[in-house]
């Protein structure tokens, strides 16, 4: 192995590079990942545009990946060199009180790779062998780089306790939307209904197990509830678009006393109307990343054949072309889905 490898560096908003850095060290507690592949996601695109709100420059990016370990710490006995792994990017303290009672994915002095501290977009990454997730040799590298997303949406899917039989609205099918929905079929919900503006999205969505699929610019979003679910409406409502317009749908037509769920990250202040969340007694419950368990179950239902990832992989680009991947992106904003970095192009 060469002494240096190749690492991308945002060093400003749209502008990047690469470099040449030593080939990390594991230390005693850690493991030498290969990187072979890694995604690009919603977050990541907001740091390409400098709008990601708790992200500074310069910063190498990468949060979504799957790789081989190739060299082991000395203390590392539950891990083998060769085994297809994935890798979970929070960097938590362990000390806060969230931390201390099992949610580390809300660590008051979180950080994430990729964007308050280095990721994992280069040849090769030492990481801690707590934060890596085998992938069973069945799963593509391809597959084990979009392991992280999925992750988000088993959270978000549990964030609701009554979810085995539910009629379940999900706004907005973007990745993460239509992961979500393959999550929800999957975890026991009984029917997904799902909108958006796209009928490209919506295509997917119903393709890959959306019940109904609504696009709310050409049909009544309302209307199209009641003739879904009757007037009990839904169970629960998953707001994935981050909008105020997804989240007043979301609020003025949940059934009272039901639950309305934040997954999307917005980008503003949201103008939300508190006065009817009150005068229904809507939950209004979040969900913020995953924990372990979460990959563990991710991992398991792509295995099983329950959630399909291949559809959402829109293209592929190679490590040094990582710029026009964005470029791709941001011409394709309908149509693209998941944009893969093959790091590795030998390896699927």
């Given amino acids: 192995m060469n002494a240096t490898m190749i690492q991308q560096l945002m060093t400003e908003p749209k502008n990047i590079t690469f470099r040449n850095v030593p080939v990390p060290k594991p230390g005693p507690d850690q493991v030498l990942v290969s990187i072979k592949k890694v995604g690009i996601c919603g977050s990541d695109i907001h740091v390409f545009h400098g709008t990601h709100p708790y992200t500074s420059y310069p910063v190498t990016q990468g949060h979504e990946v799957a790789g081989e370990i190739i060299e082991l710490g000395e203390y590392v006995k539950d891990l083998s060199v060769g085994q297809r792994v994935t890798i979970e990017p929070q960097?938590?303290?362990?000390?806060?009180?969230?931390?201390?009672?099992?949610?580390?994915?809300?660590?008051?002095?979180?950080?994430?790779?990729?964007?308050?501290?280095?990721?994992?977009?280069?040849?090769?990454?030492?990481?801690?062998?707590?934060?890596?997730?085998?992938?069973?040799?069945?799963?593509?590298?391809?597959?084990?780089?979009?392991?992280?997303?999925?992750?988000?949406?088993?959270h978000a899917a549990r964030r609701f306790e009554d979810l085995k039989g539910a009629n379940v609205v999900v706004l907005g099918c973007g990745p993460?939307?239509?992961?979500?929905?393959?999550?929800?079929?999957?975890?026991?919900?009984?029917?997904?209904?799902?909108?958006?503006?796209?009928?490209?999205?919506?295509?997917?969505?119903k393709e890959l197990g959306a019940d109904y699929a609504v696009n709310t610019m050409k049909q009544d979003y309302a209307e199209e509830l009641i003739k879904a679910f009757g007037p009990d409406k839904a169970d629960v409502i998953y707001e994935c678009a981050g909008s105020d317009i997804t989240m007043d749908q979301a609020i003025q037509n949940a059934r009272k006393g039901s639950v309305i769920i934040?997954?999307?990250?917005?980008?503003?202040r949201a103008n939300v109307d508190l006065a009817k969340l009150n005068d229904s007694e809507l939950d209004l419950n979040t969900s913020m990343m995953y924990r372990h368990e979460d990959f563990v179950d991710a991992i398991r239902l792509v295995a099983e054949?329950?959630?399909?990832?291949?559809p959402l992989q829109s293209a592929r680009f190679a490590f040094e072309d990582y710029q026009k991947a964005y470029d791709y992106i941001d011409n394709n904003r309908e149509t693209s889905m998941k944009v893969l970095i093959d790091v590795d192009p030998t390896v699927e």
């Fill in 305 to 310: 054949g329950k959630v399909r990832l291949e």
């Fill in 176 to 205: 993460i939307g239509i992961l979500l929905i393959q999550s929800l079929k999957a975890l026991g919900a009984a029917c997904v209904f799902a909108t958006d503006i796209s009928d490209t999205r919506l295509k997917l969505a």
């Fill in 91 to 154: 960097v938590f303290c362990g000390r806060c009180y969230p931390c201390l009672h099992g949610k580390y994915n809300l660590c008051e002095n979180l950080k994430v790779m990729g964007f308050q501290t280095t990721g994992t977009a280069s040849e090769y990454f030492a990481v801690d062998a707590s934060k890596v997730t085998p992938i069973p040799d069945e799963l593509t590298y391809s597959q084990g780089a979009m392991i992280e997303p999925l992750a988000v949406t088993v």
């Fill in 262 to 268: 934040l997954v999307a990250v917005f980008g503003k």
